[in-house]
């Protein structure tokens, strides 16, 4: 360590701390120009013998005393078309710096001198013009499109800049087009891709998103709307020193943009090693000296440092009149560039450092360390790869189509499987259906399995956001994972497996995944039901007659319209309700109006009653309508309903029929039917019967409509899911009737099956505002646990032929399913099963059709801001009524 020839070598060492750039997440600090003073020729020798390592691993120019005739003339052997700063670096992997902005100030001031030969004698006497001269301007404007064409005319030029460019817009572009396809459609995302890859590369090559700078920066600065080519004029008549402050800031500009961190994937990423410049002085006042000078003025004046290390040979006098800078000998460069960067508390330090030299330099040769530098560029570019290649990958294998047992239907892959890569479910429940897939991947081999299909929407149109029942889906397959796993960690004959049937947004794809079950049950004597179909509507009346028509049972969660099992006229006897139909909905309301409400008091008279029916116009929503009639029976005297058509704003109803739109056209919406209950009809009650996803207009409509006589607002179950979020709470009060209880105890179920479930929304969801829905959850749960009891009595039945291959467990599941009743007298005698889950005790009747389980408490909520969520009540849904309280001996008529 103290051999005199290693203490010489160690300056080099010095040098290429300084020239090598921060780590990647690093700002990049003020750079100095290093001054070599020494007698005769030593101290340009010894900035030579400095940089010598260096000049075939980075942007380098050397400048000779003498070699240039003016500021303008060394900029342009620095950074103009054939600038040395701007030649390749071999080994770099990244393009060289581009100089696009002092590339237009030298072709700005190279139209001084270049006078039009066809113009008169009188005109050319007038060079360069006025910038407001129209004869100028069109001959400046004609001059910058032959300077640009020019700029792209070499073949091989106008390639290696354009792939250089449509690499630098790809990975901005390529991805943005993918998530649009994914959002939208393919055809939007490709246009994406296409049109920002080559708008990008377009306007870079052109130079058009550079030349923006010229409107920021300080010198002659560029007006607003200032054509180019008059913007050239003025620079062109400019005086000599405003030129070339501006033609030092531009190309000091150019450099900055070459070592940018950009918020979008570019080569100044992967940059390790800033620029070097080997700068020899002649006398004072010689160009390269001006250049210094005016390169002090300029980073003083701008307080912008720039990407560039600057070795300078200058005699003993120092012609840019360093101020208090470190000095030192060449041999203590280390000690002197680390008072140097001491300085760099302040965001422009002092510009440089002294090194005096006596020439005396060692022959050891130095080898730079290039592999961080070369690791950068290689990460810049495994990111470039990763951002194209990877969506790319993804759009080819989307391209292929949704696989097996899947198809696509309204931008969906609908239908079933366990491959949630095509499948693509929404993010919100990917988490919960891969940990599904886990607890089935964890079934030993040789078990019995029994084969559940979850059927719900897993995806949503990505042209629509209207109809999104994600939380309900979130709650049912949290339910499911739960007693998932809770069965298969006990000891049982059966391990149940849980798979995927996607029916797509709005259930309008029923029928298919329907029909993909019917198929798989044909050759898998293993699948044992089917849980989901919660929403009440047409598609999933189609999927109940495909399910039926292959004897496989069903269990619904929250779907409740009466009229939903109806298939040809005749319930199906393969459908299992879990939650409280509408009919017994509407007696509870019914009597819930008799009571006044949550009010008390006198109760609501027929006549004061105003039925607000949602009206579906492609006819496939049975909710409302079924919910509507049913109030007519229960409550006789209503008026006629005032039906509206409330229009989501993302339904282009593209695909309606000509009679339907007609149709739709003749309806009035929600604020036209409030008025009329209101101001008209002088309604006490607006009982609403649609759906959640117009609660916040209704409670605004009636806001602005009711707010001088006072109303109230009666809703059924669908609602609940939205009150529970706390902050859907309306302004208005909503009484609602909720199929559970929405606060966490709850007397008439089991504990354990309840903090289970929380247990397992927590581990999923965290405490997210969008969380899963209570509702869905516990009857989705006790849906499973009514399948595993009848599993358990077929066990019985079968004893040790269970494992049979004939063995139809399908058929068995819906036969113990029949008569599973709550633990009473009459029933312990006959072997009827009990069942308490996590929404209550769960019988069916033994008779062949009309299969829902009781009893059933129906809740009655109201809520509001103000006062917050409320129990007003309970109802018990019987096998044979409905009975609410006070009187709760006989059944609500």
Known sequence: MDDPEYKKHRPREALERLIRRRGFWRDDPPLPVIMITGSEDSAIQTARWLAQPFEDHLPFADIPAGSVKDLPDLIDRLAGENGQLGAPVSGSFLPAPRFPLAQFVLWALAQRDDRPEYWDEAQRGQWPPHPHS???????????????WDQAKGTHRALVTSVDFFARAAPTWVPAGIVTALGADWIAGAAVAVTGTVGQAWLSIRGSIFNRWFRKQRYLTRKPFEKLWNYGLRVAQAP???????????MFEDLRQAYRKWPIPWPSWGRGLYCLLVLESGKPGSVNDRFLDVMRTVIDETGKFVPLVILAGVPQADPIEMRSVPE????????????????????????????????????????????????????????????????????????????????????????????LDRMNPDQLVRGVLKAINDENDRIPPGVPIATVFYMGPLTKDPKSKSGDQLNGVMGELAGLLTHQRSYNNDINDWDVRVEFANVGQDFRSARYAAEMIEERAKSDRSVAAVIGLAWSKTETQEA????????????????????????NGVTSPYFFRMAAPNSAQARAMAWWLEQGLSNGGAGIRPEEVAILEQVDPRERDLYSRDLTDELRKALPGLPESLPFDQRDPLDDRKDLTTEQKAASNKQENLLKQVFVACKTRKAKVLVYTGRTMFLDELDRTVDAECGDSPVQILAGDEVTVTIADRSKWPEQRLNFVSLTNLQQSDPSSSSSYLSAIEDVVEELWGKTTFSAS?????????????????????????????????????AGVHYNLRGLRADDSSTEASGDISITGASGRISFDSGVTDHTAAPRMLWLFSAQK????????????????????????????
């Open 240 to 250: 000599k020193d405003e030129v070339e402050q501006l033609l030092v800031h531009a």
């Open 774 to 810: 209570r509702v869905h959850a516990r009857l989705a749960h006790d849906a499973l646990l009514a399948v595993t009891y009848a599993l358990g009595d077929l066990s019985k039945q079968q004893g040790p032929d269970i494992v049979k291959p004939s063995l139809d467990v399908a």
């Open 328 to 419: 030192g000998t060449v041999q203590s460069f280390g000690e002197v560039a680390a008072k140097w960067r001491q300085l760099g508390d302040l965001r422009v330090p002092a510009l440089g450092m002294v090194l005096r030299t006596s020439g005396d330099l060692p022959s050891t040769p130095h080898k730079p360390r290039l592999i961080p530098a070369r690791a950068r560029a290689w990460f810049y570019w495994a990111v470039v790869l990763s951002l194209v290649a990877a969506p790319l990958s993804y759009a080819g294998v989307a391209a292929q189509g949704c696989g097996r047992e899947l198809l696509e239907e309204y931008g969906q892959c609908v239908g079933l499987s366990d491959d």
């Open 134 to 148: 129209r004869a100028g301007q069109k001959e400046l404007r004609n001059r910058l499109k032959d300077w640009r």
């Open 866 to 893: 103000q006062e917050g969520v409320l129990p007003r009540g309970t109802c018990k849904v019987t096998f044979d009524g409905v009975w609410c309280p006070p009187d709760a001996e006989r059944p609500v008529k």
């Open 544 to 567: 109940i007659g495909v399910l039926g028509g292959a004897q496989l049972p069903m269990l619904s969660t929250t779907n409740t319209a009466d009229r939903t099992p109806m298939v």
